[in-house]
């Protein structure tokens, strides 16, 4: 069956979103309200009819650090910066069913949803199910750790659930992943992650479900099995499951789950066949393929400079730092001249200088769901802190070192196990709960750092304990990104530079002039598992989740309007009105050829949602700058491009915004392209509103896997304002391909062994790409040139539901006509 193309809907029991996703989520509800009143219909049937949790967790950004305040101040500033924001997700909860807010400061979406939100099994009124979910967040994998299905859609897509639609999805097929033997002492779960993304991303499991089994998983936690899950969206897979099994059962009990709804759970699984045993290889399944790992084979290691599946041997590490420095300009390349390797800048902090030089460390975070969930790295890093104070050991100041745990949770057992102290004293105070440093909300350098690296064109370096590091995602200062364990995140930090052989240099001298290596103060596996036990209780998970939707004082202080349709305000720069259904008719219009469009970008390999709508700080010089500085703000309250994801006019600004952004046009990397008519370099934005002036329609090209990363709807959005009709490429990320199919833009595939270099293509012709009068599901569509060239390419609408979509303008201009009707 899993070869078949066979077509399944599939209707999870819940949605989960967060702030950036989740808002314009509700700006869109708020606008199909008045759309449908417009056209005739009810307004309130726009109403999410399965629960949706909505999590605050995107918006604070590491503006203090290393102060025991600056938790406080970095929340207060959060509020500060996004009162109207959070006044209208608040609207939003009362004016619609269904929706639940967790609001600011609580924790991250993933790792909440985890230790709280999952059930596991629904239990309505005695029938009960299997808890599933879908989430507006690529990382909503992390939940398959815990033995729930869910994955991440588009928010586009996540909408439609919402209103009932199905996912409309072709039966996956679903690949094996056996795990045998035990971890060695020192390794870690950040350690087996970075591997099995490596080992996936080399076997190719996009658009396919993962299943884990084997005698190996029994020696996983359930933190461990929820790291590897977490980490699904960066080797490709759809879903990344663990089924359950006694491991997860203790977990609930030991989060505090109710007792008795526990052993229901344990019941239902067992009689429905879907309880495992890991070590009886009678219960596995049949798989289309079956991968295997060796646990034991599994070694220290990061992932870097600029992508989560180039994984490197932390024994490696120095030499390989070097030979990216000045290999060619690539995900492994900064082609740094050799003459210029050690460079180095001197600069004067708190009057004391200091030096900076390539692979020198500015930015050290303890952050992200994919780490901040598991107690073993996390007391991992407290006690591996312990030692090196102990041993004398310090940061030195200038770097921006943070912990931003992902739940109330991690603080309390950390502060219990006595390793908080140490932790502050190296700089690692807890800055916020929420996605901080691995979303780019990392916060400014200190102006002399940025100097250094500038006047010396460094190549400076982020350590974080994130799931993602693609370039200009972390912070615009930061070439080269590692992502590494908590404890490792800490010894790179001490080290100051990641060009270093842990193996045979010390991290420091202490002020006794004795000489530390890092295996003088790594904790062994055993000494962690001990402090977890003592300290790791359910009364914990009890306290904090007892009170989570109260306990935020300016949350509760919040007034806002019981309207069930939404006030746009025309001077907000935050909550705008969209245009995406301005023109709507009940009547269908026929689809039409797209007729000789320009190329607006032509792009290479892993362009990612962060290159196409990047989430960060808006650059003062960019389109988007340009735009509220004429509505009267100033930079300091630009805030970033994912808080203002509820205002299209700045969004639509951002799109192709990142400075690391590489255009085959340019052969450079900056946010710019050419207007071909005129040979004139703009910003992309500026290009595509000249285009459009002149009536002209637009096509993107691109290679492999297009739209990787993030599940960023405005990915698709964004180029769909900016009057892109279809992109070709060699390869789609599957939950962007979706995103496009949304919005109605058409994500086309060359056939296979063709790409734009073996089809001559320049970008600079003009492309016709034929759409016959009757479309069906992965035909081939014929491309003209003017330059007489023709050739054919795969039109990926996947299934009759997503061609229905693409007639309808996209889904959720469907969703209205079917309200409205």
């Not at 990382?139 to 729930?148: K, Q, S």
């Not at 974080?464 to 200009?472: A, D, Q, V, W």
């Not at 800490?490 to 530390?516: S, W």
Request: hydrophobic residues 40%; neutral net charge.
């Amino acid at each position: 069956m899993q070869h078949k193309n066979i077509e399944v809907p599939f209707k999870p029991a819940r949605v989960i979103l967060q702030d950036f996703t989740g808002v314009p989520a509700v700006v869109d509800f708020a606008a199909m309200r008045d759309a449908v009143k417009l056209l005739g219909g009810d307004p309130e049937k726009i109403n999410p009819i399965c629960p949706v949790d909505l999590v605050i967790d995107h918006s604070i950004q590491v503006d203090f650090n290393r102060r025991p305040d600056s938790l406080q101040k970095n929340q207060d500033l959060e509020f500060e910066r996004n009162k109207e924001r959070f006044e209208f997700l608040k609207w939003g909860s009362q004016a619609f069913q269904n929706m639940r807010i967790i609001p600011p400061g609580s924790g991250i979406v993933h790792q909440v949803n985890l230790e709280y939100l999952a059930k596991v099994v629904f239990d309505q009124n005695g029938y009960y199910y299997p808890d599933s979910v879908v989430g507006t967040d690529s990382h909503t994998t992390m939940i398959n750790g815990l033995g729930v299905l869910g994955w991440g859609v588009g928010g586009i897509e996540a909408e439609a659930v919402m209103l009932g639609q199905p996912i409309s999805m072709v039966l996956p097929e679903v690949i094996g992943y056996k795990l045998i033997g035990n971890p060695k002492p020192l390794v870690t779960s950040t350690d087996i992650v970075l591997t099995v993304t490596k080992h996936l991303r080399q076997v190719g499991v996009v658009g396919k479900f993962v299943e884990f089994f084997g005698p190996g998983v029994t020696h996983l936690s359930i933190a461990d099995r929820a790291t590897i899950a977490n980490m699904c969206p960066e080797y490709g897979a759809t879903a990344a499951f663990f089924p359950v099994d006694e491991v997860s059962i203790g977990y609930l009990v030991q989060t505090g789950r109710d007792e008795e709804n526990v052993k229901h759970i344990r019941k239902y699984l067992q009689a429905a066949g879907m309880f495992r045993d890991f070590s009886n290889s009678s219960q596995d399944p049949i798989f289309t393929q079956i991968i295997e790992l060796d646990l034991q084979t599994v070694v220290p290691c990061c992932s870097g400079p600029k992508r989560p599946q180039d994984k490197v041997a932390v024994s490696d590490m120095k030499t390989d730092f070097e030979a990216c420095l000045g290999a060619k300009q690539g995900f492994k390349g900064f082609q740094i001249a050799p003459e210029l390797h050690s460079s180095h800048m001197k600069f004067v902090y708190n009057d004391k200088e200091f030096e900076l030089s390539h692979g020198s460390v500015v930015i050290a975070a303890i952050t992200s769901c994919t780490n901040t969930s598991n107690p073993s790295v996390m007391l991992g890093a407290g006690l591996l802190a312990k030692k090196a104070v102990e041993a004398g050991l310090t940061v030195k100041p200038y770097i921006k070192t943070s912990l931003s745990p992902g739940s109330g949770v991690v603080t309390y057992y950390l502060r219990e196990s006595g390793v908080m102290p140490f932790l502050a004293q190296l700089g690692f105070d807890v800055v916020g709960y929420g996605c901080m440093t691995c979303i780019g909300n990392s916060g400014p350098l200190p102006e002399p750092v940025v100097e250094a690296i500038t006047q010396g064109d460094l190549v400076a370096v982020g350590v974080l304990s994130g799931n993602r590091n693609f370039e200009g995602r972390v912070h615009p200062n930061t070439r080269a990104n590692y992502l590494a364990s908590p404890p490792l995140v800490i010894a790179y930090a001490i080290a100051g530079t990641v060009r270093i052989d842990f193996e045979k240099e010390p991290l420091g001298v202490n002020a006794q002039g004795k000489k530390i290596f890092l295996k003088d103060i790594w904790p062994m596996r055993e000494e962690i598992q001990a402090v977890e036990r003592q300290h790791v209780i359910p009364g914990m998970f009890k306290e904090v989740y007892q009170k989570i939707e109260t306990v935020n004082k300016s949350w509760n202080e919040l007034e806002v309007s019981s309207d069930k349709l939404y006030a746009w305000n025309p001077k907000s720069t935050y909550i705008k009105s969209p245009p995406f259904f301005e023109n709507l008719t009940l009547e269908l219009q026929p689809h039409k050829s797209i007729v000789d469009a320009y190329v607006l970008l032509n792009l290479g390999d892993s362009v990612t949602t962060d290159h196409i709508s990047p989430a960060g700080n808006i650059a003062r010089n960019s389109p988007a700058a340009r735009y509220l500085t004429s509505r009267g703000l100033t930079p300091r309250d630009f805030n970033s491009y994912g808080s203002r994801r509820g205002n299209d006019a700045v969004m639509a600004r951002g799109t192709f915004a990142n400075i690391r952004l590489l255009n085959k046009f340019l052969n450079k990397q900056a946010p710019q392209t050419i207007h071909l008519p005129s040979e004139e370099i703009l910003d992309v934005f500026d290009a595509s509103e000249r285009y459009q002036q002149e009536g002209q329609p637009l096509i993107v090209l691109a290679g492999k896997e297009y739209g990787s990363g993030s599940s960023r709807d405005w990915a698709a959005k964004g180029p769909f304002l900016l009057g892109i009709k279809a992109v070709i490429a060699e390869s789609y990320e599957r939950i962007h391909r979706s995103n496009l199919v949304g919005m109605g833009v058409i994500p086309l595939q060359y056939l296979p062994g063709q790409d734009a270099e073996s089809l001559g293509l320049t970008g600079r012709e003009r492309y016709t790409i034929i759409l016959p009068g009757v479309l069906v599901p992965g035909m081939n569509v014929q491309v003209k040139l003017d330059t007489g060239k023709t050739f054919q390419v795969i039109m990926r609408f996947d299934t009759d539901v997503e061609l229905t979509y693409f007639q309808n303008g996209g889904i959720l201009n469907y969703m209205i006509r079917k309200m409205a009707s």
